[in-house]
């Protein structure tokens, strides 16, 4: 007896090439790290993996074979959010090979690009799931490379520390996850994502009501497991412990990588993105509620809370590590205004997607915190440590070229005019406040709680400018930094610059309005259920 | 012509700062005359740019904004612009998709901002001559901030899309910043991050006012418009809350524009700074060096008073009246009296004009929200004249300061002695601040209280009070410091020298203006708000609010 979907479950080894590609690489560096320690053989073979990974992306095929109701057996789908999910991810890993270049022991250059290209076809394939097994099975690619790539640079009491702790966090998390899913799973009787939200929107108003309170459960239980990746309060409480303890790469890791796989996830569990060929009757024209109606009101606390606590928490901090904790924890609020608000943007007549906001504010957060992490990694020595705020001081007039790179990421991370954080914020923020219905004053509400937040946020970001302009140094700093965090740390800064004002904007608003990023609007109900 | 002028004023600032950033610490003086140069140039364009739009007074439409002299603008409309910065209709299909507008690069002239456009470009010049002598520290940095400072304070007033007049306005932010920060005094640090903090959290819940405004709209405009064109705001809007009677929309937009003026006065009442909010101010003011000190009284603080005139009365009309009137009106007279008193019990002279910019400002606001064309019309003059007297009495003190190091009223005694010019140009300010009658201030200050008389008789009256108390302060600081028998504290070194050709040449222009406007005050400005007033009657045409 063949699968029905035989045919196109086969189809998806074409798509899955730059993934294979990845695992491909991973496997040569594991082998070939035990012959040689060489950080710069092995750093350039991953960056060449990175590079070839690409190249198959872009002659993948374009579209996906999902005849009839295939959407709804096929594991992974290959779609716009996909795509932008997988180049982010592919993006992100040449940076952080670069930063990571002369953080790691030259022993260990291998392993630790191995295990980083495992994660990127990791977060990749979070991009593609449509099935809550694959989903979490792409989450673990994700986590449990992790474990090794945060023990990797560093043996010393506290990098060991932050590991263990990061790893008993995540597990525990994870099975939260999964037990949600499971909830999931019993609901819809099925596993297919596509499919479940089809038998959630598909749902009477009666079979709703009588199952609400399964639903709820999936809800918090999901939304806590995947709360822990993007730091969202109060799941955040591992981060500024373990991004303190592990080294400088593995901090910065931690600050961005996990909240891609989770963000990406949530807009595919919930719904966020609703995949071509599901059918919900006319008068639910809201996405990401299929599970519950409450789903915008979970992540209006979630947000809210998330920003508030991290930047006030952030006010107290010295370490820069710690500081960039809270700050990530802060962004990770204003994220979630935008997936607040997006179930109320999915018209099409609607002028912004909370969708497209996240998107463009994870590709601006990626952007403002790596290169403060480039930074650390650049000037950082054992004998001229760069750990806390203080030793910033004076940088204006020992590096006057970094300390201009420094002031233009922390006016964006401020959400300064002409920068990529302002754009994300604008985005986020006019989603906010295009909010239209009988609820509508709580998400302006929410807006004034993000930009007092981003107020607040101004003063622990402008200290920073302050020490590098207003105060000289004990003792400068000498050290130019090695040539691959100086490159890393001028991507960043030209992307940030770059894609704020025109022609990168244009670029921005272009890639936002591509049909498919922006929520689809459910079709009407024309399609027998799965 | 004049639109390439106009690009011209923000391009020279700019481009020079760039240019003298890259010079360097050694360069001082060619750093110094590139920026002098840099300045001049923008005041004689502006000048320019000013008689260019007094001769073309008859073509103002006076329905509606309507700026002359766009760049980018077609022969069909004159008063908009096709430079798109961030398109939203870029990438949508064009078949299928709606029209969407664009954030646009729009700038231009009218009767509003022209005058504060003159303002900005002579105490830039001041400001550079004023800095001449007193910074020679890091001189490159010190005048590329201060050149960005005078583009991005252009580019406020000459901004006619939301997004670009919020863009502008936070980006006087960082060289204030930096101006204060580096070169200001003792409590730099603290002040610099205080001013900043302070302006930035009211100007990002303005930008959420804002945006509320264009996605309502959007939304309740039929055929979806979305714009961020200032002039196309005022319009949908405002027909918008027209029709709201008949589309039942009424209520809605009654509590709509109540929360739209909060949020936008937040961000401009920071600015001006009305009372209970302003306390960076006298910190930002004293610590900030000279020319820092001259363009935060003379034109930053503009940049609040400018934006309840173009943003927050034409898009919530009935909010101003409903409690714009009572609350700015109360805040406005509290502002008034309270800043003159604290003015009053200042020894540091710096300080004593720092509250007195609080008081002053309190008669703009007044004025403003006396709603007729009377009062706006004074508004826009105490706004030019506060500039020019506040900003010449800082460069004052700074040429005192410069000389003796010290700035507290006990110190000194009977200056007029020996300091003859700087006496002279003294009295003639404080009497001008005072309001003279006969010098410029009066024309100000009585149209403004001719206004509130007829909206509130109360807040006229109790306002009127601030005239007689900052007599009161003004005078009390002439007498002690330069009358009276001669008293200078010592300084070492260097022989004291009254004013010199270089800080004549500084104040000059400001006297000048002066005296320009006492002669055709009246005249120029109820220009400059006669292109605007008649708008305000017909926006609020539809039914008053009960």
């Known amino acids: 007896?063949?699968?029905?979907?035989?045919?196109?479950?086969?189809?998806?080894?074409?798509?899955?090439?730059?993934?294979?590609?990845?695992?491909?690489?991973?496997?040569?560096?594991?082998?070939?790290?035990?012959?040689?320690?060489?950080?710069?053989?092995?750093?350039?073979?991953?960056?060449?993996?990175?590079?070839?990974?690409?190249?198959?992306?872009l002659i993948a095929p374009a579209s996906q074979n999902l005849a009839g109701n295939a959407v709804f057996g096929v594991p992974l789908l290959f779609d716009q959010l996909a795509n932008v999910t997988r180049v982010l991810a592919?993006?992100?890993?040449?940076?952080?090979?670069?930063?990571?270049?002369?953080?790691?022991?030259?022993?260990?250059?291998?392993?630790?690009?191995?295990?980083?290209?495992?994660?990127?076809?990791?977060?990749?394939?979070?991009?593609?799931?449509?099935?809550?097994?694959?989903?979490?099975?792409?989450?673990?690619?994700?986590?449990?490379?992790?474990?090794?790539l945060l023990y990797l640079p560093r043996h010393d009491d506290n990098a060991q520390e932050a590991a263990i702790k990061y790893f008993l966090l995540s597990v525990f998390s994870s099975a939260i996850l999964l037990f949600g899913f499971s909830y999931l799973f019993g609901l819809t009787g099925t596993t297919n994502i596509a499919g479940s939200l089809q038998v959630l929107y598909g749902a009477s108003v009666d079979e709703a009501k009588s199952v609400s309170g399964l639903a709820q459960i999936a809800m918090l239980t999901i939304a806590a497991g995947l709360g822990f990746r993007i730091t969202a309060v109060p799941f955040h409480f591992y981060a500024p412990d373990v991004m303190q303890g592990t080294s400088t790469s593995g901090a910065a890791f931690l600050s961005f990588v996990p909240k891609i796989a989770g963000f990406i996830a949530i807009v595919r569990v919930f719904g966020f993105v609703v995949p071509a060929g599901v059918a919900t009757p006319i008068e639910r024209t809201l996405v990401g509620i299929g599970l519950s109606d409450q789903v915008p009101t979970l992540f209006w606390f979630l947000a809210a809370l998330t920003m508030t606590v991290g930047n006030i928490l952030a006010l107290l901090q010295d370490n820069l590590k710690r500081l960039l904790a809270y700050s990530g924890i802060a962004h990770a609020g204003y994220m979630l205004i935008a997936l607040?608000?997006?179930?109320?943007?999915?018209?099409?007549?609607?002028?912004?997607?909370?969708?497209?906001?996240?998107?463009?504010?994870?590709?601006?957060?990626?952007?403002?915190?790596?290169?403060?992490?480039?930074?650390?990694?650049?000037?950082?020595?054992?004998?001229?440590?760069?750990?806390?705020?203080?030793?910033?001081?004076?940088?204006?007039?020992?590096?006057?070229?970094?300390?201009?790179?420094?002031?233009?990421?922390?006016?964006?991370?401020?959400?300064?005019?002409?920068?990529?954080?302002?754009?994300?914020?604008?985005?986020?923020?006019?989603?906010a406040v295009s909010v239209q219905g009988p609820i509508a004053w709580?998400?302006?509400?929410?807006?004034?709680?993000?930009?007092?937040?981003?107020?607040?946020?101004?003063?622990?970001?402008?200290?920073?400018?302050?020490?590098?302009?207003?105060?000289?140094?004990?003792?400068?700093?000498?050290?130019?930094?090695?040539?691959?965090?100086?490159?890393?740390?001028i991507v960043c800064v030209v992307l940030t610059v770059l894609l704020a004002v025109p022609p990168g904007a244009g670029w921005i608003m272009t890639a936002a309005a591509q049909k498919a990023l922006r929520p689809t609007q459910p079709a009407a109900m024309n399609q027998p259920q799965p | 012509m004049m639109s390439v002028l106009l690009i011209l004023l923000l391009l020279i600032p700019a481009a020079a700062a760039v240019a003298v950033a890259c010079l360097g610490q050694a360069r001082a003086l060619l750093v110094r005359q590139i920026t002098l140069g840099a300045t001049i140039a923008g005041a004689v364009i502006a000048l320019v740019?000013?008689?260019?739009?007094?001769?073309?007074?008859?073509?103002?439409?006076?329905?509606?904004?309507?700026?002359?002299?766009?760049?980018?603008?077609?022969?069909?409309?004159?008063?908009?612009?096709?430079?798109?910065?961030?398109?939203?209709?870029?990438?949508?299909?064009?078949?299928?998709?709606?029209?969407?507008?664009?954030?646009?690069?729009?700038?231009?002239?009218d009767g509003m901002n022209i005058w504060l456009i003159v303002l900005t470009a002579i105490l830039m010049v001041s400001s550079v001559l004023i800095s001449w002598n007193a910074i020679d520290e890091r001189v490159h940095e010190f005048h590329a901030w201060l050149l960005l400072l005078g583009c991005a304070?252009?580019?406020?007033?000459?901004?006619?899309?939301?997004?670009?007049?919020?863009?502008?306005?936070?980006?006087?932010?960082?060289?204030l910043f930096f101006l204060i920060g580096i070169w200001g005094g003792p409590e730099r640090r603290y002040a610099a991050r205080k001013f900043f903090i302070y302006t930035l959290a009211g100007s990002v819940v303005t930008?959420?006012?804002?945006?509320?405004?264009?996605?309502?709209?959007?939304?309740?405009?039929?055929?979806?418009?979305?714009?961020?064109?200032?002039?196309?705001?005022?319009?949908?809007?405002?027909?918008?809350?027209?029709?709201?009677?008949?589309?039942?929309?009424?209520?809605?937009?009654?509590?709509?524009?109540?929360?739209?003026?909060?949020?936008?006065?937040?961000?401009?009442?920071?600015?001006?700074?009305?009372?209970?909010?302003?306390?960076?101010?006298?910190?930002?003011?004293?610590?900030?060096?000279?020319a820092g000190s001259v363009l935060l009284a003379g034109v930053l603080l503009k940049m609040g008073t400018y934006g309840f005139l173009r943003l927050c009365l034409p898009l919530a009309p009935d909010a101003s009246i409903t409690i714009g009137v009572p609350l700015i009106g109360a805040l406005s007279v509290v502002g008034i009296i309270y800043g003159a008193l604290c003015a009053r019990a200042q020894d540091d002279i710096?300080?004593?004009?720092?509250?007195?910019?609080?008081?002053?400002?309190?008669?703009?606001?007044?004025?403003?929200?006396?709603?007729?064309?009377?009062?706006?019309?004074?508004?826009?003059?105490?706004?030019?004249?506060?500039?020019?007297?506040?900003?010449?009495?800082?460069l004052i003190v700074g040429m005192i300061y410069e000389r003796y190091h010290t700035r507290m009223m006990g110190d000194y005694s009977g200056l007029g002695a020996k300091l003859k010019g700087i006496t002279f140009c003294m009295v003639f300010i404080s009497l001008s601040s005072v309001g003279l009658p006969g010098l410029n201030g009066f024309v100000g200050e009585a149209l403004v209280f001719f206004g509130m008389f007829e909206t509130g008789k109360v807040l006229a009256i109790l306002g009127t009070a601030g005239i007689i108390l900052g007599a009161w302060y003004l005078m009390t600081m002439l007498r002690q410091v330069f009358f009276g028998e001669l008293k200078e504290p010592h300084v070492e070194g260097h022989e004291v020298r009254d004013i010199t050709p270089r800080e004549i040449a500084a104040l000059a222009p400001i006297m000048a203006g002066k005296e320009i406007r006492t002669r055709s005050g009246l005249e120029i400005s109820s220009y400059s708000s006669c292109s605007w007033c008649p708008s305000w009657t017909i926006w609020i045409d539809h039914d008053p609010p009960v």
């Open chain 2, 49 to 109: 740019l000013a008689f260019g739009l007094l001769t073309q007074r008859t073509d103002i439409k006076r329905d509606t904004y309507s700026p002359t002299f766009v760049p980018g603008s077609t022969a069909e409309n004159p008063h908009a612009t096709t430079w798109n910065l961030i398109d939203f209709n870029a990438g949508r299909d064009a078949s299928t998709q709606k029209k969407l507008g664009a954030i646009q690069f729009y700038i231009g002239l």
């Open chain 2, 207 to 290: 930008l959420l006012g804002l945006l509320a405004v264009v996605a309502v709209c959007y939304h309740k405009t039929g055929d979806h418009v979305l714009t961020f064109s200032i002039p196309e705001l005022v319009t949908i809007f405002n027909n918008l809350l027209r029709s709201a009677e008949a589309t039942g929309d009424r209520a809605f937009f009654q509590s709509f524009q109540f929360w739209v003026f909060l949020a936008m006065m937040t961000g401009f009442a920071i600015k001006v700074p009305l009372f209970p909010v302003h306390t960076w101010l006298p910190l930002a003011h004293v610590e900030a060096p000279t």
């Open chain 1, 340 to 431: 607040a608000a997006a179930p109320y943007l999915s018209s099409s007549e609607s002028a912004t997607s909370g969708v497209t906001a996240l998107l463009f504010y994870l590709v601006a957060y990626g952007c403002m915190t790596l290169g403060v992490f480039a930074v650390i990694l650049m000037l950082h020595r054992p004998e001229r440590p760069v750990e806390t705020v203080d030793d910033l001081a004076g940088l204006s007039i020992s590096h006057p070229g970094v300390a201009l790179m420094v002031t233009v990421l922390m006016l964006s991370l401020i959400g300064f005019p002409l920068t990529i954080g302002f754009t994300g914020k604008f985005l986020v923020f006019f989603g």
């Open chain 1, 90 to 148: 592919l993006a992100t890993g040449a940076i952080f090979i670069l930063l990571a270049w002369d953080d790691l022991p030259e022993k260990q250059a291998a392993d630790h690009h191995a295990c980083l290209l495992v994660i990127i076809a990791g977060v990749g394939l979070v991009g593609c799931s449509n099935d809550l097994v694959a989903l979490l099975l792409a989450l673990e690619l994700v986590s449990i490379p992790t474990y090794v």
């Open chain 2, 350 to 394: 710096k300080k004593l004009v720092a509250y007195s910019s609080v008081s002053h400002l309190g008669f703009c606001t007044l004025g403003m929200f006396a709603l007729n064309s009377t009062g706006l019309t004074g508004s826009l003059m105490q706004m030019i004249n506060h500039g020019l007297s506040t900003g010449a009495l800082f």
């Open chain 2, 153 to 175: 304070l252009t580019g406020v007033f000459l901004a006619f899309d939301i997004i670009l007049f919020y863009v502008f306005f936070e980006l006087t932010l960082v060289p």
């Open chain 1, 442 to 489: 709580l998400y302006p509400t929410l807006a004034i709680i993000g930009v007092l937040n981003a107020a607040i946020g101004a003063w622990y970001y402008l200290r920073i400018i302050a020490v590098m302009y207003l105060r000289s140094a004990v003792k400068p700093i000498e050290t130019t930094g090695p040539l691959p965090s100086r490159t890393a740390l």
């Open chain 1, 1 to 57: 007896m063949t699968h029905p979907y035989e045919v196109q479950l086969a189809d998806l080894f074409r798509h899955l090439v730059p993934e294979a590609v990845l695992i491909v690489f991973a496997c040569a560096l594991f082998i070939g790290g035990l012959y040689k320690a060489d950080r710069r053989l092995w750093g350039g073979v991953a960056l060449g993996g990175l590079a070839i990974a690409f190249l198959t992306l």
